[in-house]
């Protein structure tokens, strides 16, 4: 839902950025590859219950992910390079709430695995409209150029990165805010379903 306005904000930045990067050889997979580092370093911080810290990491793993892709749009954008991208973000986005569970399996794990649950359906939700889409044909800029057709949601990277960073500066709240935020992704998932319901055509019998 945010994601349209802090990509308006900035992108200018990770463009000028990127090319710049770009000029000296340095290519949009190594920092796809370096941000889910970052990302897994602080899902470790936070199951060690070094909370703020890994905060910092998250922050710094997720400007990675915006980066690369300005790099891409810098020199040459690849199926692979979109693929993995896609793949590595949902690594990012399971290792932290598993990094909660791990801190405290008694107060964090039926939380945490609620919202690994969620995490999964809206994901595959995502992707699978996206196969959908394709192969009809359907192109969208909503969220800039994009290696796969993107829908929008209530719950998307923006909404998930201060999820994390709120549960990082308030753990105990993290059942709470884990198991709102759960509902958030499955009411984004739900309403995929209802849009492609609406979108694509009955099999015909």
């Excluded at 709430?97 to 809206?122: K, Q, R």
Aim: hydrophobic share 55%; proline share 3%.
């Amino acid at each position: 839902m945010l994601d349209g306005a802090l990509r308006r904000r900035l992108d200018p930045v990770l463009d000028r950025l990127g090319a710049a990067l770009a000029e000296r050889g340095i290519g949009a997979d190594s920092i796809t590859i370096l941000g889910l580092c970052l990302g897994l370093a602080a899902a470790l911080l936070v199951g060690l219950g070094a909370y703020h810290s890994a905060a910092i990491l998250i922050l710094v793993s997720r400007f990675c992910d915006g980066l690369d892709g300005a790099v891409a749009r810098a020199s040459r954008r690849t199926d692979f390079g979109g693929f993995l991208d896609i793949v590595l973000d949902f690594a990012f986005y399971g290792a932290v709430p598993l990094g909660f569970i791990a801190a405290d399996p008694g107060a964090n794990g039926l939380a945490g695995g609620f919202l690994l649950f969620a995490l999964n359906v809206n994901g595959a939700s995502f992707l699978a409209y996206a196969v959908m889409a394709e192969k009809r044909a359907m192109t969208t800029m909503i969220r800039g150029a994009k290696s796969l057709y993107f829908t929008t949601g209530l719950a998307e990277a923006t909404e998930t990165i201060v999820f994390f960073l709120l549960s990082c500066l308030f753990p105990a709240w993290f059942p709470v805010l884990a198991s709102v935020f759960a509902l958030v992704c499955l009411y984004t998932a739900l309403s995929r379903i209802i849009l492609a319901r609406l979108t694509f055509p009955k099999d015909v019998q």
